[in-house]
């Protein structure tokens, strides 16, 4: 039962990102081109998306899963380094190609080469993301050690 | 086009209920970066197989939709090493900050989460920024 819930969402989580226009780079940044020609539909989307995700979380406080024990926990992390420097490389990679993930997979049958190479690249960068850590962190103490 | 926030609107509404689904359903956040990278790993073989179900159907259902729906095409880059550089950038970046536009975005949003407010603004900033420097100043996209 639980793949079966998994199939429908991520069924409908594709239909939506190509009927909302998000498999489509331009649309995109059109959306982070503030200095160009400007395209709201972007905000249209989350908000669409918002909208039954927030009655979703409302009724998890009345009710348990279908087919679970528990709703997930909320993180208590806070506003840390890695999620806004994560969040900082994220961005710039989705300006550049007009991608994020979801959309990368939504469009990987009709999206030719480009989406292939762009999707095994973001899989390599998800895979290696503790070595690049790693990388990081001993770039920054060699840099702390030479100031 | 002028009609193209009503398709946003209805797309975007059919993104909130399959995360209404999952929610409700398994009890789990829809986040697409860790749903696909919850396909390299095996530790719970029955999480990696719901995964896969997910990110099958991700793939399959635009598939058998994209011609009958008239969807346009992705207009992506050629540029090899722009498109490598943008996949690395996602790859990392999304593992890093533990989310991407469907978990932080649309999922952290809607439950007012700190976290995923902060995290949709530094994305949506760095790649405003990100346009304007490769698209105005660099040409490059």
């Given at each position: ?120 690249a973001m899989i390599i960068g998800m895979l290696s993301t503790?070595?690049l ?15 | ?86 996949g690395l950038a996602v790859g990392f970046g999304t593992r ?46």
């Amino acid at each position: 039962m639980r793949i079966v819930i998994s199939l429908v969402a991520g069924a409908l989580f594709g239909l939506g990102l190509i009927i909302s226009g998000m498999t489509n780079t331009k649309k995109v940044q059109g959306w982070l081109d503030i200095f160009g020609e400007w395209d709201p539909t972007l905000a249209f989307v989350m908000g669409g998306a918002i909208l039954p995700m927030a009655v979703a979380w409302k009724a998890t406080r009345v009710r348990t899963p279908l087919r679970a024990d528990k709703f997930p926990a909320v993180n208590t992390a806070g506003i840390d380094r890695d999620l806004i420097i994560g969040s900082v490389f994220f961005g710039v990679g989705w300006g550049l190609a007009g991608l994020c993930p979801g959309p990368a997979i939504a469009s990987l049958s009709f999206g030719g080469s480009s989406g292939v190479l762009f999707a095994s690249a973001m899989i390599i960068g998800m895979l290696s993301t503790r070595r690049l850590q790693a990388f990081f962190r001993k770039a920054e103490n060699i840099t702390k050690t030479i100031s | 086009m002028p009609m193209d926030w009503i398709y946003g609107l209805v797309g975007g509404v059919l993104i909130g209920c399959a995360g209404a689904v999952l929610l409700l359903g398994n009890g789990r956040v829809m986040g697409a970066s860790g749903l696909i990278f919850g396909m390299f790993k095996t530790t719970d073989r029955r999480i990696w197989a719901e995964n896969l179900a997910f990110v099958s159907a991700l793939f399959f259902v635009p598939m058998l939709f994209v011609q009958p729906l008239n969807i346009a095409p992705t207009h992506a880059s050629e540029n090899v090493i722009v498109l490598a550089i943008a996949g690395l950038a996602v790859g990392f970046g999304t593992r890093l900050a533990n989310g991407c536009t469907s978990g932080h975005g649309v999922c952290g949003i809607s439950r007012f989460s700190l976290r995923g407010i902060a995290a949709t603004m530094a994305y949506i900033l760095a790649g405003a920024i990100s346009v304007v420097l490769f698209k105005h100043f660099l040409g490059l996209i």
